[in-house]
């Protein structure tokens, strides 16, 4: 039905930036809303950043200001620009659509992401 893979996990120094893209199969013009999230060593998951059609956002508030969701329909994809990274910022992230076709959501498998010197 639909897949989403991200790429763009690794590691990074404190301060630094990464980039995190979801690539959708099919057409994005049917996933709302779309959204990552992120689940740290021994914590649950939590919603990071999310994007409605339109273009409104929510973002977790520990991470407004660093972090910026958006997408390329052309591209079929999806990304999460980070910035100012920190130590806490350490997970594993997932992308996540709903698509409005199928009725349902879908992940991603997940691409960790790594903040330490």
């Known amino acids: 039905q639909v897949q989403l893979v991200e790429s763009g996990g690794g590691l990074v120094q404190p301060g630094g930036s990464l980039r995190l893209s979801c690539a959708v199969s099919?057409?994005?013009?049917?996933?709302?809303?779309m959204a990552w999230y992120r689940q740290a060593p021994g914590e649950e998951r939590e919603l990071v950043a999310r994007?409605?059609?339109?273009?409104?956002?929510n973002y977790e508030d520990s991470v407004k200001g660093r972090f910026t969701i958006s997408r390329d329909n052309a591209k079929n994809t999806f990304d999460l620009q980070m910035s100012s990274l920190k130590p806490q910022d350490t997970a594993v992230y997932y992308c996540?659509?709903?698509?409005?076709?199928?009725?349902?959501?879908?992940w991603g498998k997940g691409t960790l992401v790594t903040v330490s010197s």
């Open positions: 996540n659509g709903h698509s409005t076709y199928y009725g349902m959501d879908y």
């Open positions: 099919g057409s994005i013009s049917s996933i709302n809303p």
């Open positions: 994007m409605f059609s339109g273009g409104t956002t």
